[in-house]
């Protein structure tokens, strides 16, 4: 079954089509999910909480663009709401530091190394704080704008700036760590 009819038959609540569909995109989503938080537990518990939200807003997906970016602005949607729940906002401050800004985010690739396992990188990601974790995600992986961001979580585009170059400093030097032992 392509995309497609699974879509139209989940529209209609079709619970194979459902499962059906769970079983395609739940370990991308789960990705997804690791990759902004730490806990392996709560990442399974915003996997469910975000394919229920597929579920009951499937119907609000027109079939223009990709479903599987429809579905990843849902989770990401979720994933933040979850953050604003839990009151984490408090770890994104700028603590009264001006924030270091690079200019040159593009070359952000140069700190991977090509040794470089996709489950290290994901380790060394849930290993920041979660502010540095949450704004490097949105920028890096859902090409965010530090605005767009700042709206998204409620903190100033300075604030975002910030936590974005610590956590480039932050993985920096758990690459640099990395790298020595693997020497």
Not at 8 to 29: F, G, P, S, W
Not at 138 to 149: D, G, P, W
Request: proline share 2%; charged share 30%; net charge neutral.
């Amino acid at each position: 079954m392509e995309d497609r009819q699974l879509i139209a038959a989940c529209k209609k609540q079709d619970t194979n089509a459902q499962r059906k569909l769970y079983e395609t995109y739940a370990a991308r989503m789960m990705g997804l999910c690791l990759r902004y938080c730490k806990d392996y537990d709560a990442a399974q518990d915003l996997l469910h909480d975000g394919f229920i939200k597929i579920f009951t807003q499937i119907k609000t997906y027109s079939g223009s663009g990709s479903f599987e970016g429809w579905m990843r602005r849902v989770f990401v949607n979720t994933i933040l709401e979850y953050f604003r729940q839990e009151k984490k906002k408090e770890y994104i401050t700028l603590d009264g530091e001006e924030p270091e800004i690079e200019t040159v985010d593009e070359n952000l690739e140069r700190l991977f190394n090509d040794d470089i396992t996709e489950a290290k990188l994901l380790e060394m990601i849930q290993e920041m704080p979660p502010g540095y974790r949450m704004v490097f995600n949105l920028y890096v992986f859902e090409e965010m704008s530090h605005k767009e961001i700042a709206k998204k979580i409620g903190i100033k585009e300075n604030a975002s700036r910030s936590q974005y170059s610590r956590a480039k400093s932050f993985l920096r030097k758990k690459l640099e760590g990395y790298n020595s032992q693997q020497q």
